[in-house]
């Protein structure tokens, strides 16, 4: 009996190793991405230090980085396959997390209007604007359970590269304000027992009063669906270089793909967070018609949408060989290059933003002639010596034809570089 259950206990163990998906199991698949990722490290630092290499191989300096590229990049590929794994479950999660911070803003409301109404007295505009936020709560947590599979109300915000569009979240925030204003005015008008009362609601909803918000409005959801466009077309014409992220961060909407803090992404947020918090105290100080936002706030939230929409032009680049020459080792002689010999080929660009992992760095390929080399990993304590974004070093294979061949990149994010022409000897 007890050996039975030893070795069910030890068939469950093995079941729930790295991909389960269960709220509770200790093997979930954070935890399987974790120690994939710990893994990992410790077999390239271990590979950077001269250690693990089969003795059949360590005689020949190619014969070694060959096997230990091929090591590394089928122990990228399996932490890959946990950070997607990982990535997928974390979506599926999130939808209540977002639900829930949703139903907490209400509450936040109900609070607040109580204990501002403590000496006012309750008011029918703060019960239509309760109404609105259970509304606008129900209609979110629908979306939410609808979208469940793409992290709930944040889905509409996640771009194609699987990361947080700041454009849209921006977008989105006023949408949903204007949204919550209007049904407050609603619930106002549907309260309202006399003419002038109602004529006044109703005259609340005139541009005159609204035209800078208006604006506003339009111009942020206009550059939402012009920067989608901008960003394709330059993937499609191999200008920009984007590469998808295993799950979407809130650093997304302050960063570039790197993880590196954005100016332009950086004021678009601070700028527009701060208008859109100004409009919620003009709806609360004057409920029944839309937020005057003062022309000069206005003009400075469009600047600020216009520096996001440059920088958007401004970013990426196609990669570019600059040059390529034989590498030459310490005592070597000065030769041609010849098939067998490494090259180093010098340019920028070959290393797109955001794919700095050890599985993208693996599909790294160079074209000598009608060969396709791949990139090996060199790996060195805490990264790679090669590829970098500006040198990669690779051998000449023994099937280039010898004479005039051309040398091209492509890079993880499937852009090509410019042909480069060499002389290749026998």
Not at 414 to 422: A, F, L, P, Q, W
Request: aromatic residues 6%.
């Amino acid at each position: 009996m007890a050996v039975h259950e030893a070795r069910q206990g030890g068939m469950d163990a093995g079941a729930h190793e790295g991909g389960c998906t269960c709220g509770d199991c200790p093997h979930g698949a954070r935890e399987g991405h974790r120690r994939a990722v710990a893994a990992f490290l410790l077999k390239r630092d271990g590979f950077a230090a001269g250690q693990g290499v089969p003795a059949a191989v360590a005689y020949s300096p190619s014969a070694s980085r060959q096997w230990v590229s091929e090591e590394l990049t089928q122990a990228a590929e399996a932490v890959a396959e946990r950070g997607r794994a990982e990535g997928a479950a974390w979506l599926a999660r999130l939808w209540r997390w977002t639900a829930a911070v949703v139903w907490a803003g209400v509450v936040a409301l109900l609070l607040g209007q109580a204990l501002t109404a403590i000496g006012a007295g309750w008011t029918a505009a703060r019960t239509a604007g309760l109404l609105a936020a259970l509304v606008v709560a129900g209609a979110l947590t629908a979306a939410s359970w609808f979208h469940r599979a793409r992290g709930g109300v944040l889905a509409p915000v996640i771009g194609e590269d699987n990361r947080l569009s700041t454009s849209r979240a921006v977008a989105a925030s006023w949408v949903l304000f204007l949204a919550f204003t209007v049904l407050v005015l609603a619930g106002q008008l549907a309260a309202a027992s006399g003419n002038r009362e109602r004529d006044a609601l109703i005259d609340g909803l005139e541009l005159a009063r609204g035209a800078g918000v208006v604006t506003v409005l339009a111009v942020v959801c206009a550059i939402a669906v012009l920067v989608r466009r901008v960003v394709g077309l330059r993937v499609q014409g191999q200008r920009l270089q984007k590469v998808r992220a295993h799950r979407p961060r809130a650093a997304d909407l302050l960063s570039d793909d790197a993880g590196r803090g954005s100016f332009a992404d950086i004021q678009y947020v601070v700028i527009s967070g701060v208008a859109l918090a100004f409009a919620a105290v003009r709806l609360a100080r004057r409920p029944e018609q839309l937020p005057d936002l003062p022309w000069g706030l206005a003009v400075v939230v469009l600047v600020s949408a216009g520096t996001y929409l440059a920088g958007k032009y401004a970013e990426g680049g196609r990669p570019v060989i600059l040059s390529v020459v034989r590498a030459r080792e310490a005592g070597a002689l000065d030769a041609p290059i010849r098939t067998g010999d490494d090259i180093e080929i010098r340019g920028a660009g070959f290393v797109p933003v955001g794919a700095q992992g050890a599985d993208r760095l693996s599909r790294m390929v160079v074209r000598v002639g009608a060969v396709n080399v791949h990139v090996p990993l060199v790996p060195v304590t805490g990264g790679f010596d090669n590829p970098t974004d500006a040198l990669l070093t690779v051998p000449v294979p023994a099937e280039a034809e010898p004479g005039r061949v051309d040398v091209q990149v492509v890079t993880a994010a499937g852009v090509e570089t410019n042909r480069y022409t060499i002389d290749l000897t026998e």
